[in-house]
């Protein structure tokens, strides 16, 4: 029968054979999981890209839009100020008319 030494040594290499073949064995899920963590935040860093670049767009577009709003607006400005201008003639013309009209009136009575 073996010795106390000899049996401790057998049930060590025993063990350490059992931990290396379970360690063996979690091996390839860790390996896995970090692979999965890899692949997705690559995609997350390129949705984050994607995303920026939509931005970026969408603000070139929003600046131009607002341009061209701002120019129409003062395209209204140079009417309006057109049509008062109109306006203050035709008061001008309608005053003259209404003084004549009351001389006419005087003249009549």
Request: charged share 35%; hydrophobic share 45%; no cysteine.
């Amino acid at each position: 029968m073996p010795d106390d030494d000899t049996a401790h040594t057998i049930n060590a290499t025993k063990a350490w054979g059992y931990a290396k073949d379970v360690l063996s064995i979690a091996v390839i899920p860790l390996v896995i999981w970090g692979i999965k963590l890899e692949v997705g935040n690559a995609q997350r860093d390129l949705k984050i890209d994607r995303l920026q670049e939509d931005n970026r767009n969408l603000k070139a577009d929003d600046i131009a839009r607002l341009e061209r709003r701002i120019d129409d607006n003062a395209d209204i400005d140079d009417k309006v100020q057109a049509l008062a201008l109109k306006q203050a003639t035709f008061e001008g013309k309608l005053d003259t008319a209404l003084g004549r009209m009351d001389e006419i009136k005087a003249l009549l009575r």
